[in-house]
């Protein structure tokens, strides 16, 4: 189970795609570095863990997943 703060699971789940997807299907997508939403695995993400932001539109690495995220409080 994933427990996040009320205010930080509404901003993770801001986007419209996202939005209609439960917590546990997302536990193994990437955070954002930039902006703490879930991003979605892009073409290199097998190989060096690159993904796309659809809310920030930032593509890069990124290596800390919702479980890991919520799991280690990282949220701000």
């Known amino acids: 189970m994933i427990y996040l703060p009320s205010n930080v699971a509404k901003r993770i789940k801001a986007h419209e ?3 209609n997807l439960d917590f546990e299907k997302l536990k193994d997508n990437p955070i954002c570095p930039r902006c703490e939403r879930v991003a ?7 190989t060096n ?5 659809p809310s ?5 690495r990124m290596t800390v997943t919702l479980e890991e995220y ?6 701000k």
């Open 40 to 46: 979605l695995r892009t073409e290199g993400w097998s």
């Open 17 to 19: 795609y996202i939005k």
């Open 49 to 53: 863990n690159i993904a796309e932001c």
């Open 56 to 60: 920030c539109h930032y593509k890069g």
């Open 70 to 75: 919520a799991n280690r409080m990282l949220y």
